[in-house]
């Protein structure tokens, strides 16, 4: 399983990016850990603006990037206490507040900051920016 593993890094390591055509989506590919991570283009830096809430689907996750300060931020876009898309919800500051049930997220973390009942955190995802360019690691 090891010389496969090799063999397939040895394969991707050859092709730096992968556009789809079907999609438009760019794909990078690195080996972090061990295993393998994909950068998915969000969006450029100028459309997702200060206080936006901007979702995107890739790699069967539904994740929610937004713009805090000047720093891009990326987190599971459905809520883990009833299943809402947290892109639909209202973001103050760095808090994002479910339009479902009132659960209240910190987008900087995807730690809960209120909500009746303890909820697990929502996971969080690394955005880099390059060329003016969003992407988010999966």
Same mark, same amino acid.
């Given at each position: 399983?090891?010389? +496969? #593993? #090799? #063999? &397939?890094?040895?394969?991707?390591?050859?092709? /730096?990016?992968?556009?789809?055509? #079907? *999609? /438009?989506?760019?794909?990078?590919?690195? /080996?972090? +850990?061990?295993?393998?991570?994909?950068?998915?283009?969000?969006?450029?830096?100028? +459309? !997702?603006?200060?206080?936006?809430?901007?979702?995107?689907?890739?790699?069967?996750? $539904? !994740?929610?990037?937004?713009?805090?300060?000047?720093?891009?931020?990326?987190?599971?876009?459905? *809520?883990?206490?009833?299943?809402?898309?947290?892109?639909?919800?209202?973001?103050?500051?760095?808090? &994002?507040? *479910?339009?479902?049930?009132?659960?209240?997220?910190?987008? @900087?973390?995807?730690?809960?900051?209120?909500?009746?009942?303890? &909820?697990?955190? $929502?996971? @969080?995802?690394?955005?880099?920016? $390059?060329?003016?360019?969003?992407?988010? $690691? !999966?």
């Amino acid at each position: 399983m090891r010389k +496969d #593993n #090799n #063999n &397939l890094l040895n394969s991707i390591s050859q092709y /730096n990016s992968l556009s789809t055509s #079907n *999609c /438009n989506a760019t794909l990078k590919y690195g /080996n972090f +850990d061990n295993r393998f991570m994909a950068k998915i283009v969000v969006g450029k830096t100028s +459309d !997702i603006i200060e206080g936006k809430l901007t979702h995107i689907t890739a790699a069967g996750k $539904e !994740i929610l990037v937004t713009n805090v300060g000047g720093n891009y931020y990326a987190m599971a876009n459905i *809520c883990n206490h009833a299943g809402a898309e947290l892109h639909e919800g209202e973001l103050n500051g760095k808090e &994002l507040t *479910c339009p479902w049930h009132g659960a209240k997220w910190d987008v @900087t973390t995807g730690n809960q900051v209120w909500f009746p009942q303890k &909820l697990k955190p $929502e996971e @969080t995802f690394k955005i880099s920016v $390059e060329n003016s360019t969003v992407y988010v $690691e !999966i």
